[in-house]
């Protein structure tokens, strides 16, 4: 894959198709003529919470800017784009998250290959008389995640974010008169007390443990510790904060229903999501997404959602929730770059808000949160409730010979350790050796 990003596209589509995109700037509404963009997106578990989403939302473009719009909605979405890639035929917008099984959006992030978009920050939603910028909310356009190389710079529009946490059957809680736990040692008391074949814990695939770590971190020792941890800084993982993250993993790995990890894939990830319904497994790491993904799945009686922040590290400590924070971005070799700006920011409209929150994919656009009920209005409650927001990922860095992504390195042992064919010792050792480079060439 590097090896074709890195190729130089041998035509440019012709420049003056786009002559009446405004160039970049804030002439967001200037008729467009005859341009076509393609737009690639992930079908994830929104879309089939409100099947053609993104169709209408690119409907509703064209019919606000005159730009026609092939949309590639589908949820292997790597696997369908990625031939035509490899043919220097590139997407004009896509929509996909960092942390897939593929790695594909970090590939683009580590060769360089995504558009600066800062100045679509300054243009005029398409429709409306307000700039971008004044339609997200303050944040999130400041974190390592749309800012991967800290130069101040806004790559990846921030998309549709969800408070990521221990999702369970509430049911099942009331039933058995449990309460949920908010430290450590009462999870590990409960994970004791489970009759046989009831596990504590499983998880969709190793992906998902990106946003369980990011918390975990957060709530075992606090933005500091948090902040040294994502930049890879030299004895981070010597510290006892660090050990106590290594300990607790490792320790939930030993209480994790042992068929999780032959399942946790891009294709059987439903299957371990279907622990948590049957009531084969008490918690696991997910998003808001996982109601509507699961919505015409099979279920225990009485079965309900809970959502919980990861419990303290100690008493009278705050629980965390990470902030997943799902991501559009153009690729640097975009035939229609400006059309395909237009198109970002058109994103943030109150019309394509309105239909993505349909689908209950919410972004972070002010007042989305106000009129929201049932789950959706539990789910987001979590930092009213008491839970710290943890927000970024690690640093970016250089592509090096035979240095792993950070989900290799950090996430994907996890299976490993729950089917017994690593130890913590070797994944605590291989985390420093793989630090060590990936902090030699982080990406400033």
């Known amino acids: 894959?590097?090896?074709?990003?890195?190729?130089?596209?041998?035509?440019?589509?012709?420049?003056?198709?786009?002559?009446?995109?405004?160039?970049?700037?804030?002439?967001?509404?200037?008729?467009?003529?005859?341009?076509?963009?393609?737009?690639?997106?992930?079908?994830?578990?929104?879309?089939?919470?409100?099947?053609?989403?993104?169709?209408?939302?690119?409907?509703?473009?064209?019919?606000?800017?005159?730009?026609?719009?092939?949309?590639?909605?589908?949820?292997?979405?790597?696997?369908?784009?990625g031939p035509s890639m490899q043919g220097n035929d590139f997407p004009d917008v896509i929509h996909l998250a960092t942390g897939r099984e593929k790695g594909l959006t970090e590939q683009f992030i580590k060769d360089r290959n995504i558009a600066d978009i800062t100045d679509v920050l300054s243009m005029t939603v398409p429709g409306e008389s307000v700039k971008v910028s004044d339609k997200i909310v303050g944040g999130f356009t400041d974190t390592s995640v749309t800012n991967p190389y800290n130069d101040g710079r806004t790559y990846l529009a921030p998309m549709f974010y969800s408070p990521c946490g221990l999702f369970y059957n509430a049911g099942l809680f009331e039933q058995n008169d449990w309460t949920v736990p908010t430290t450590w040692d009462e999870m590990w008391a409960l994970a004791d007390s489970l009759p046989e074949g009831q596990y504590l814990f499983t998880y969709p695939t190793t992906g998902y443990f990106d946003a369980f770590l990011y918390a975990l971190m957060y709530s075992v020792g606090g933005p500091d510790f948090y902040n040294k941890a994502l930049r890879y800084e030299e004895g981070v993982w010597d510290t006892p904060e660090a050990q106590q993250c290594f300990e607790i993993i490792a320790k939930l790995a030993s209480c994790t229903n042992p068929v999780t990890p032959a399942q946790a894939n891009d294709q059987d990830f439903t299957q371990n999501q279907q622990l948590v319904l049957d009531n084969k497994a008490l918690f696991m790491p997910n998003g808001t997404w996982i109601v509507g993904e699961m919505s015409e799945a099979p279920r225990a009686d009485g079965f309900s959602w809970g959502m919980t922040a990861l419990p303290a590290a100690k008493s009278g400590g705050s629980g965390a929730s990470y902030c997943w924070l799902e991501q559009a971005w153009i690729p640097a070799k975009a035939p229609h770059l400006d059309a395909a700006k237009q198109f970002v920011a058109f994103l943030y409209s109150d019309a394509a808000c309105a239909i993505f929150a349909k689908g209950g994919a919410i972004q972070p656009v002010p007042g989305l949160t106000d009129n929201l009920d049932g789950d959706n209005k539990m789910f987001y409650s979590i930092y009213d409730n008491g839970a710290d927001a943890a927000m970024g990922n690690f640093a970016a860095y250089e592509a090096v010979a035979g240095l792993g992504t950070v989900r290799e390195v950090f996430l994907d042992p996890v299976n490993g350790l729950v089917n017994g064919s690593i130890t913590k010792d070797q994944w605590i050792a291989d985390v420093k050796t793989a630090s060590d480079q990936m902090r030699e060439n982080i990406m400033e």
């Not at 405004?22 to 003529?33: D, E, I, W």
């Not at 578990?45 to 606000?64: K, L, S």
């Not at 719009?69 to 979405?77: G, P, Q, R, S, T």
């Open 1 to 81: 894959m590097k090896k074709f990003l890195s190729m130089i596209l041998a035509s440019v589509m012709v420049l003056s198709l786009l002559a009446g995109c405004g160039g970049g700037g804030n002439n967001a509404n200037t008729p467009a003529g005859d341009v076509t963009i393609q737009v690639a997106a992930l079908a994830s578990g929104y879309e089939e919470a409100y099947p053609g989403m993104w169709r209408e939302v690119c409907d509703a473009f064209t019919a606000q800017t005159g730009i026609k719009v092939d949309l590639i909605c589908d949820k292997n979405l790597e696997d369908v784009i």
